[in-house]
């Protein structure tokens, strides 16, 4: 008789492979799509998800999980990881009532066209009834998955298993106060004469640039390609196809690099994860801020640092004879410029987790119900004016900025601050723990830290939730200190 | 209650949109799949084939096919062609064994393994029990598809339904005969000197000029793309996404002109399929001799035209200077040179048909059991010198060169030159028809003549048999008149 276990474990491995399967459908959306596809693409995605879902939700699946949850042997943490997230999942799926989901799906959709006009317009009030709909729907879908504390950590758990309000605020309410006086200091100081970097970059040498140091950080170009997009992502597709996307400004070679070296620490991440696992929850990727830690360990720990400039400046003179006259310490101090900004995606490393911290700050407040949809935009401005010490202008640079809201994803901004705090948490105790991953990042020969990553990380898939994952890698929990140090380092030349 | 054949409309839209899911990753494997993604890829498609055949061939759907055909109305011809093709495509698909469907699969991997080596050593013996082997199951396929005057009817069918061996024996044959003297004096002629030609073509020049041509002729890049592949191909995987495939060589430009005009003939067929019929077969094209015809229309018929390079020289030489001393009829010499040699894939457009015959001939003679298989290079190698005049000095350049016995798609290769023939009786007719067609083929505007094939052949889908439809278009049957007077007219300057 064939077991409840191993009729997950074949189940989940079509699925898989159906999921993968829409997950090209999906890249090739962004990517290669002709104009006129689009509609017949969203009818296909619309397909599979149906399909999956319909399958993975069967009563039948039910009685398995519940038969292979019983038969669970004491000594099989592949099988416990499993057990464990086929039944959050499976809960979390039927509990949902059909017309809820499609009415979340619907208002979605009219939300995301409104949130765009509304933003164009600068005007909050035409995007207001929109994402009252989006966050009543929402609280009806926590208050169904349920939750122990706050009704809010039912939803940053899709992004981030186990994570709570509570403990999110503690954690980012600390880094906010360490952050101030650096974000004083760094924004402080004299800017960047860039002068130096101003030139023609022609794509293809960008795009041969870039493959040389994603190949040299360890990306496998036999199971993974770098395409354009508007929109940089990184699409873990198969167990050997994993692809990232980035986009050109040819006055400017740092910006598809530092996109190129970010999406390759999420594909670097994605071609680790333990291939014989997949189709298995195991083998997932565990969360958002995991992942993020992975793009921000590449992109800012490594790309960011003297070491790297040293090795790879020769090389971009190679490419760019226009830069023969600058020195590492001058790329150095060009790609750790801080300004005060308004608008997210363009902050440096330094003022990035203030963006986050006002965000999250503000879900907590609309779904504890303290705040009113209509106050978002004075209770945004009053903030920022605090943190950043701007007033805000209007709402198309305030809290219409985001498309995240108009997209019901509540929950998923904290995850990029998590990011950035397991990205210096991990950096730093790997450096400690480790004499090899030590000298990496003074040699800019990365091997040793990727081999560590790797196992540490990459390796382990989702055997351990995100927090437990980190402290197992770390030796301890994530707190800011690390992070808080690097940017001192950075930023006010200290440590 | 909802009729048998409204949920024969619902499963066949929904088994296309997987099927062009799967189309879709076809495509990508040719033309972006890292090369460690392939085995997990062909599971992929594995799981796409065998869930489309699953839902197909459920005993229901037979109940479906029975009811819809009995209650069909004798004024619906949409729904006379849906019953027909699904009544075909059901009973070809339910009365095979699923053993024989797997042996042939398993067989077919192997034989083409076992192709690729001989063809390497250029050593038939290492092929032939693979072939035998194909053979035989083919053969035990056709038995239980069943044929009413041979058997190797049944095979030819899958790719060009209503064809029949007899048939195309005595089209191919007078092709044969009028085609000789033709193919003697457009050998004799003196070759045209190249020398003026030669130069450097950079890949992203060829590649904007064949969009322009593309474009120009009618190829609508809001539903369709051209990138690069190893195999230039066309696939029309969406209603408004249809993309063609080209490689380049940058010392000829022809190469991939000559790729893309083809293709984009595929393309436009695709592009003019009836849309609002999608996911039913009265919405599908109709048989390969239908595609090529399209495509050789617009390779052939137009781009190797007078008319067509008095348009397109002066663009050229925008592109490539070099080429600003040759006259159109320099290109029209070019473009219209014939030899004869061994390789089909190589042949110009008077030897070609030459090519199809013998492998034809040798086919029908295979599975009429008067050729045994470890005689085919002998047989292959008489017909050949006697056609062309060349010995064949290796198996390689002989019976081994194509993939298509290896991959058991026995009858595949007459409808190249069905293709032919249908182009140029086509374009024949609507010259004659339409004086506006007449009037494209003089001005190099083919608006005209792609409205003529949109209305006769592309928007009529398969409403009809193949040579039904080209019998209406045309409005008279497919002889190889039109086709030996057009070859006359090029290669020996007649008409």
Chains 1, 2 share one sequence.
Not at 129 to 143: G, I, T, W, Y
Not at 370 to 383: F, M, Q, V
């Amino acid at each position: 008789m064939i077991s409840a276990y191993s009729r997950l474990l074949a189940l989940g491995k079509e699925l898989q492979l159906v999921n993968d399967s829409a997950a090209l459908l999906g890249w090739d959306q962004e990517v290669l799509l002709p104009s006129r596809g689009i509609a017949y693409r969203a009818e296909q995605m619309s397909w599979f998800s149906g399909y999956v879902h319909e399958r993975f939700t069967a009563a039948e699946v039910g009685e398995w999980i519940a038969e292979a949850e019983a038969g669970l042997a004491a000594d099989d943490p592949v099988a416990a990881a499993n057990c464990r997230e086929w039944r959050h999942e499976y809960d979390r799926s039927t509990c949902l009532p059909t017309k809820l989901v499609q009415d979340l799906a619907e208002a979605r959709v009219h939300s995301q066209a409104a949130w765009a006009e509304a933003r164009k317009a600068s005007d909050f009030s035409r995007f207001a009834p929109h994402l009252q709909k989006l966050v009543d729907l929402s609280r009806e879908h926590a208050e169904r998955w349920g939750y122990e504390d706050q009704l809010y950590d039912a939803l940053i758990d899709r992004f981030e298993r186990g994570a709570t309000a509570r403990g999110l605020t503690a954690t980012l309410g600390s880094l906010r106060e360490a952050l101030v006086p650096v974000v004083e200091a760094a924004t402080s100081r004299p800017a960047f004469d860039r002068s130096g970097l101003q030139g023609h970059y022609p794509i293809e040498k960008q795009s041969a640039f870039n493959r040389e140091v994603a190949e040299a950080i360890g990306f496998d170009f036999e199971a993974g390609r770098i395409d354009t997009a508007v929109h940089p992502f990184c699409s873990g597709m198969a167990p050997y196809d994993t692809r990232l996307t980035t986009r050109y400004d040819e006055s400017d070679f740092l910006s598809s690099l530092f996109g190129v070296l970010h999406e390759a620490g999420h594909g670097l991440y994605e071609q680790g994860l333990p291939k014989e696992w997949r189709g298995q929850p195991a083998g997932n990727s565990v969360s958002l801020g995991v992942h993020e830690s992975q793009s921000r360990l590449w992109e800012n720990h490594v790309g960011r640092s003297r070491a790297f400039w040293e090795r790879w400046l020769p090389r971009a003179v190679h490419y760019f004879p226009h830069l023969a006259g600058l020195t590492p310490a001058d790329l150095y101090a060009a790609v750790n410029q801080a300004e005060r900004s308004h608008i997210r995606v363009e902050a440096d490393e330094v003022t990035y987790d203030l963006h986050i911290l006002l965000r999250f700050e503000i879900e907590c407040a609309i779904f504890s119900g303290e705040l009113a949809i209509a106050d978002i935009p004075g209770e945004w401005n009053r903030r920022f004016e605090s943190y950043f010490g701007l007033p805000v202008k209007n709402d198309a640079e305030g809290c219409l900025q985001d498309i995240h809201w108009s997209m019901a994803i509540f929950g998923y901004f904290p995850t990029y601050s998590l990011g950035n705090l397991n990205a210096a948490h991990l950096a730093t105790s790997a450096r400690r723990l480790d004499p090899a991953v030590a000298r990496a990042f003074e040699t800019a020969d990365y091997a040793p830290l990727l081999a560590w990553m790797r196992k540490q990380i990459h390796e382990a898939g989702s055997l351990h939730l995100p927090d437990d994952l980190i402290t197992r890698a770390a030796g301890s929990p994530v707190t800011s200190d690390a992070l808080v140090a690097h940017l001192r380092e950075r930023y006010l030349g200290e440590g």
